[in-house]
């Protein structure tokens, strides 16, 4: 007896921990109103409103933001330069929070709040930070989960349009 085997086929999640347990996510960051809680906030908004990468959030400085003009120029992966794009209003007031907390001094936009030494946050804080805020909403995810929670919304707010949540998202294969 002769019996083909199958191709295994890499299995790939991403689904992302879903709309539910973000709003209870949301809810975790809400309970604390100092820097660490602001910042979090700042850091999670543009996780989920704007679909980004940790790296892309911490490659971030101060003058890449134009409140003003409610935009933030981003480093998208496999990019040599910035590309500019607009924030939604819940964003630009969790910035705007942010930044009054941070200062205006010019460096990294997301920083360490240790006393002594206020360096740029690293992606490793911020993959601690949405394993943390998952573990309390009873979910195991990741940033990139984060990203694909937002790329499913905007997938079903947009029925379907595969260009424009490609461009929403920074993927430059539709693939």
């Not at 295994?8 to 820097?35: C, H, I, W």
Request: hydrophobic content about 40%; aromatic content about 4%; some cysteine.
């Amino acid at each position: 007896l002769e019996v083909r085997g199958v191709n295994a086929m890499p299995y790939r999640d991403t689904r992302g921990p879903g709309s539910e347990a973000l709003a209870v996510m949301f809810r975790q960051l809400k309970k604390r109103n100092d820097a660490k809680g602001l910042r979090d906030v700042a850091i999670f908004r543009l996780l989920h409103d704007l679909a980004l990468r940790r790296n892309e959030i911490v490659t971030l400085d101060l003058e890449h933001l134009d409140r003003k003009q409610r935009k933030i120029a981003v480093l998208r992966k496999r990019n040599s330069e910035r590309k500019w794009i607009t924030l939604p209003d819940i964003t630009v007031r969790a910035l705007d929070s942010w930044v009054r907390a941070r200062g205006n001094s010019q460096g990294p936009l997301f920083v360490n709040l240790h006393a002594s030494c206020r360096t740029r946050i690293g992606a490793t804080a911020i993959y601690k930070l949405v394993r943390t805020l998952g573990d309390a909403a009873g979910v195991k995810t990741r940033p990139h989960g984060i990203r694909h929670t937002a790329i499913t919304e905007a997938l079903d707010a947009t029925h379907g349009d595969l260009r424009a949540v490609a461009q929403f998202s920074g993927h430059k294969n539709l693939a």
